[in-house]
């Protein structure tokens, strides 16, 4: 079975913090993904990545940036969290060679909460 | 850009009965479309995935048709049960992968 792990499920952090979201896989996946979840909006794709060391913007990066240094590990990065980014933070992978016929798997993901 | 529209945003039945959740799309060009679980607090599990080329997939109580024409797709699930009660996503692959809002539904004893 596919494991996607998060670093943490609950964070609290103040305004002006620099914060940090772990993901990691272990099916050897080449497309990893971070979303934010919030009420009545659904999920909305923050970054994307195809490969180690590559990345895109998804619909809503403004205030993040990610790094992918290995293969099994995706993270998001808060340069200066905002209240606005109170958030349900959810990381996803999928087959990168069959990513159109094959379903994400997310991770339990992160509830942020901004101070 | 493709819009996901998920009616109703909430529904509340009783145990055994059938019901069915519904979803909409607005560009009929996907790959394929998908039904996820979100229980409170927790990431999304999948439950049905029905390619393009497909009109239905079936698991268990749980059948999900597609009608790529109408930009429409149901998940029908059979006597419900408690268990059930959950936030219910679909997503339709195009380029990307939108989702809808969800439909929460409880399934009362």
């Known amino acids: 079975d596919v494991k996607v792990t998060q670093s943490s499920r609950y964070l609290v952090k103040r305004t002006g913090e620099k914060v940090f979201l772990e993901c990691v896989q272990d099916?050897?996946?080449?497309?990893m993904f971070w979303y934010r979840q919030d009420p009545g909006l659904g999920l909305r794709l923050i970054y994307f990545s195809y490969d180690v060391k590559m990345k895109e913007k998804g619909d809503i990066p403004e205030g993040y940036s990610v790094s992918r240094e290995k293969k099994e590990r995706f993270s998001l990065i808060l340069e200066s969290a905002s209240t606005n980014q109170t958030s349900m933070y959810l990381c996803?992978?999928?087959?990168?060679?069959?990513?159109?016929?094959?379903?994400?798997?997310f991770g339990p993901g992160t509830r942020l909460l901004v101070l | 850009k493709q819009e996901v529209t998920q009616i109703p945003a909430a529904l509340s039945v009783p145990e055994g009965e059938n019901l069915v959740l519904n979803c909409s799309f607005t560009?009929?060009?996907?790959?394929?479309l998908q039904w996820f679980r979100q229980d409170p607090g927790k990431g999304l599990t999948s439950l049905l995935l029905?390619?393009?080329?497909?009109r239905e997939q079936t698991s268990g109580r749980l059948n999900a048709s597609l009608d790529k024409s109408s930009g429409r797709s149901t998940l029908y699930i059979a006597a419900s049960q408690p268990g059930d009660s959950a936030t219910y996503l679909c997503a339709v692959r195009d380029n990307d992968m939108r989702f809808g809002a969800g439909t929460r539904l409880t399934v009362k004893p």
């Open positions: 099916m050897d996946h080449e497309n």
């Open positions: 029905i390619q393009s080329s497909q």
């Open positions: 996803a992978s999928v087959n990168g060679r069959r990513e159109y016929q094959e379903t994400q798997y």
């Open positions: 560009d009929s060009a996907i790959y394929n």
